[in-house]
């Protein structure tokens, strides 16, 4: 079985730079998995929120959430991307937003932050997919974090959604080693063999279940995206300024949120809350 190692990752995300700012940006399918998270940022983090946004990288969201709150706490592994994350900020003048760049890992967050810190947490663009063995502890700490009654917004790699994007590439490899990974779901050295990018990719129940089972109920699961994935071209046509665009990315948001579709991105996105105890009362004597 793969095993999470925060060196490979911190050292990887150091090493990526400025491509992890660009990489929403890299295709217009690209761009409308960014759009779909965003739906979500803005749907559910409300001016006033503290925010925690773990895993931040460089700031493409954090961008975004400084448009809706100023008190966003920045956390991630990687230097590299604090530091970036920290310059873009400056740059682009959402700093004010921000109280602090921390550097920490999601596994273990008590160093810096006690319980119930934050009205909402934002983990997007796949942290989970890289704790392996100790994804339990992640979520746990996810939960803890929040306050009760808050909102943790969190996307995962897709294992379906995946191999729906890459299709063409999938059917090129052994198809004992495609067998293993999509009965482990691990892009692991068992899998894929040694000194490759090891991760994670979920299954809906999969992900629903251990964002359940730490204690997080989940109110939404969608898609990073679903219809668009394999369309381009077409979308290389499409201005973003043009209602088509809006229209493509309204569809994208309701078929991306249908049971049948939630496997098809390449990203799994869950809205979750942590329950209030009037909540855990209230459900108690039902
Ligand atoms: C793919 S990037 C996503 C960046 C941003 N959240 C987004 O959605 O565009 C993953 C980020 O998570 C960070 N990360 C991965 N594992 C982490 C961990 N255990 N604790 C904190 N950050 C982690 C990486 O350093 C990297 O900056």
Redesign the pocket.
């Known amino acids: 079985m793969a095993r ?1 190692d ?1 060196d490979w ?2 050292a ?2 150091d090493d990526y730079g400025m491509r ?1 700012w660009g ?2 940006d890299e295709s217009p399918v690209e761009r409308v998995k960014f759009h779909v ?1 965003l739906h979500y940022l803005r749907s559910h983090v409300h001016p006033g929120d503290r925010v925690l ?6 700031g ?2 954090t961008r975004e959430l400084a448009k809706i709150v100023d008190r966003i706490v920045v ?4 230097p590299g ?1 604090l530091r970036l994350n920290r310059e873009n900020a400056a740059r682009l003048d959402f700093a004010p937003a921000v109280e602090d760049w921390i550097e ?4 273990d967050l008590r160093p810096h932050f006690g319980d119930g810190a934050f009205d909402t947490v ?6 989970l997919s ?2 392996f063995e ?1 994804r339990d502890d ?1 979520i746990r700490e996810l939960h803890r974090v929040t306050k009760d009654g808050g909102t943790v917004l969190v ?1 995962v790699m897709s294992l379906w959604g995946s191999v729906h994007q890459y299709l063409s590439g999938v059917l090129q490899i052994d198809p004992e080693v495609n067998r293993a990974i999509v009965k482990t779901g691990d892009l692991s050295p068992e899998t894929i063999g040694p000194g490759r990018h090891y991760t994670h990719m979920y299954r809906t129940e999969e992900f629903r279940r251990a964002l359940e089972q730490g204690g997080l109920t989940v109110e939404t699961l969608s898609a990073s995206d679903c219809l668009s994935v394999n369309w381009a071209e077409l979308l290389g046509e499409i201005d973003e300024d043009d209602p088509t665009w809006a229209h493509l990315i309204e569809m994208e948001i309701e078929a991306c949120r249908e049971p049948g579709c939630v496997d098809m991105g390449s990203h799994m996105i869950a809205v979750c809350r942590k329950a209030a105890p009037n909540d855990v009362r209230s459900s108690a004597s039902d």
């Open positions: 999470y925060p990752i911190r990887h995300y992890e990489r929403w998270h946004e773990i895993g931040a990288g460089a493409r969201f956390a991630d592994i990687s991307q920490c890992d999601l596994c934002v983990c997007t663009g796949g942290p890289y704790v100790r992640a996307s």
